[in-house]
């Protein structure tokens, strides 16, 4: 997958460099395609269009799916950080019992509120773990994001790569 994107890129940076030095002797050099242009060319012409838009319109929906899933993923580490807190709290809780036990002797009312701190050590210590993967899961998903957005400017640069060959196999010298 990461071979072919690369391919892809060079591909795609090797065709807009190509685009870029046929026009350099051109006294009408145009950026961008305009729309009624290619309203001249016949639609079984634009194949290579339509199948560029539809990928472009693919790559925004990945980039809307990656914005979600980063904002879903910095909820979910809330939760995590708040779950976290509230397990300190009872960890603490089960300290403080622990100390009332040992100040009334009672061996028994000892050894329950020991076992009782041991399990909130271990949920304090899961809920830390917690908010390490949430962060970790964050990161992933951000690099994702970033990811799709540079998918998105390739597939930006393919249409506009694409509307041009339309234009120019139609004989349109602007």
């Known amino acids: 997958m990461v071979q072919a994107s690369w391919r892809r890129v060079l591909a795609v940076a090797l065709g807009v460099s190509v685009v870029g030095l ?14 009624s242009w290619l309203a ?17 319109r693919q790559a925004i929906d990945e980039v809307t799916r990656a ?10 580490l809330t939760v995590a950080r708040r ?22 002797g009672q061996q028994a009312a000892i050894q329950q509120a020991q076992v009782q701190l041991q399990a909130a050590e271990v949920e304090h210590a899961a809920a830390r773990a917690q908010i390490d993967w949430r962060k970790e899961n964050l990161e992933a998903l951000k690099a994702q994001k970033k990811f799709r ?15 041009y060959l339309a234009l120019k196999e139609h004989g349109d010298v602007r």
Request: aromatic share 2%; net charge negative; with cysteine.
């Open 40 to 56: 001249r060319v016949p639609e079984e012409q634009l194949a290579d269009v339509r199948q560029a838009q539809a990928e472009r």
């Open 67 to 76: 914005e979600v899933a980063v904002a879903d993923a910095e909820r979910a």
């Open 22 to 35: 046929s026009g350099c002797g051109s006294l009408n050099n145009h950026t961008q395609v305009e729309d």
């Open 149 to 163: 957005e540079k998918d998105l400017q390739l597939e930006d640069a393919e249409l506009s790569y694409a509307r």
């Open 83 to 104: 779950s976290e807190g509230a397990a300190k709290l009872r960890k603490e809780a089960q300290e403080a019992s622990l100390e009332a036990a040992r100040a009334t």
